[in-house]
């Protein structure tokens, strides 16, 4: 299993940005998918999960600011990311698994939220 992440960039604060996940080289509708982070200085972090039927959870800090989504079609894991601040400022991983579980990592992308 291959996962690419993109999507990342440098955002003001309450600005939104649209991460992407592509998978291959598996039955991407087998696998629930999660996106997790980590900030400089600081340790991974699980933001969100969506499961093989489409069940979404997310981290307290940022309930009804995100959103991730799947496309079962396209192979592909999406997180909406709105209202974002500055402490979101972090690498971004696509993972394959959850909770607490990961099986693949994808490599990563930037965010970056200034103030």
């Known amino acids: 299993v291959q996962l690419q992440a993109s999507g990342g960039g440098s955002v003001q604060a309450g600005g939104s940005l649209r991460l992407s996940c592509t998978f291959s080289?598996?039955?991407?509708?087998?696998?629930?998918m999660a996106w997790l982070r980590q900030a400089p200085g600081k340790g991974r972090e699980w933001v969100a999960r969506?499961?093989?039927?489409?069940?979404?959870y997310y981290v307290g800090s940022v309930q009804g600011r995100f959103s991730i989504s799947r496309n079962n079609i396209e192979n592909a894991v999406y997180l909406q990311m709105r209202s974002l601040r500055p402490e979101d400022t972090a690498v971004y991983y696509c993972?394959?698994?959850?909770?607490?579980?990961?099986?693949?990592w994808g490599q990563g992308t930037l965010v970056t939220v200034s103030s």
């Open positions: 969506i499961s093989r039927n489409h069940a979404a």
């Open positions: 080289g598996g039955t991407f509708s087998d696998y629930d």
């Open positions: 993972a394959v698994g959850g909770p607490g579980e990961y099986k693949y």
